[in-house]
């Protein structure tokens, strides 16, 4: 790679946070740090991806499939459908905490365990406080052992600029993955309301504000994630045919 002029980041992973399993993670670091830092290609050191957006994602990929199940369950029965749709609606609002109450209610009255249970949404603020000052730890280790090279983290485009400021503290530069020009336009890719290519520049702007007087490295992609799952493909718009997610793989 360096013979052809190129230079690459090394994604250091969840080794990054301290905030758990810190021995055994501090000594993997170590390694990682130890055998790569002299690496002539070795451009950046990279935080774990998007691990703040992956505090809520992981716990959502778990409660959707939930959501699902309590409609079959509802059917026909129109208290739980009411319990149902409360619930439904304090997760669109982002309303956590009413959320789990009225998730644990529908399961209470459907005299029913729940499917997912320790899988809980209103505990998401706490495991991001912590994780944060997991990776602040993290790169501070990493800095007394390679002070040379940058540390970035790289976020998905969304969550708010307090929790993003969180992550960001200790930092040399941050950044965000944009998906800017998914084959399907119903695709979302952010939190903003701007789906255009423009949005690039505004996550730009935010990821700034985020880490003020911080450098900023961007990662585009020209696809959107869902546009590769076989049950929402869509035809490109000029026609030809359409790349499927397993069909990239060796």
């Known amino acids: 790679m360096q013979r052809a002029g190129a230079r690459a980041w090394i994604n250091l992973s969840s080794a990054l946070d301290l905030s758990r399993d810190t021995a055994s993670r501090k000594q993997r670091l170590a390694e990682i740090v130890q ?12 935080g774990p991806d998007e691990i703040l957006w992956n505090n809520w994602w992981v716990t959502m ?16 029965k129109p208290e739980l459908a009411l319990i149902e749709g409360r619930a439904r609606d304090m997760l669109d609002r982002a309303l956590y905490v009413e959320f789990e109450k009225a998730r644990s209610a529908f399961w209470d009255r459907a005299g ?6 320790g899988v809980r949404l209103d505990d998401a603020p ?3 406080r912590q994780s944060a000052d997991g990776i602040t730890e993290g790169i ?11 540390l970035w983290l790289n976020h998905a485009p969304r969550n708010s600029l ?48 985020a880490a003020a007087g911080k450098a900023c490295a961007m990662v585009l ?4 994630w869902r546009d590769l799952r076989e049950t929402l493909m869509c035809m490109p718009p000029h026609g030809g045919s359409s790349i499927r997610y397993g069909e990239l793989e060796p």
Request: neutral net charge.
């Open 61 to 76: 990929e778990k409660i959707r499939p939930e959501l699902n199940t309590m409609s079959s369950v509802a059917g026909g």
């Open 162 to 209: 307090e929790d993003l400021r969180l992550y960001n503290r200790a930092a040399d530069m941050v950044g965000c993955d944009i998906y800017p020009a998914p084959a399907n336009l119903m695709v979302g890719h952010s939190d903003l309301p701007d789906m255009t290519l423009g949005s690039v520049g505004a996550y730009t702007k935010r990821m700034r504000v």
């Open 112 to 117: 029913q365990p729940p499917p997912n249970p």
């Open 126 to 128: 706490d495991r991001v």
């Open 221 to 224: 992609q020209g696809f959107g």
């Open 35 to 46: 055998r790569m830092h002299n690496h002539p290609a070795l451009l950046v050191w990279e």
């Open 140 to 150: 501070r280790t990493v800095r007394e052992m390679d002070p040379r090279h940058v």
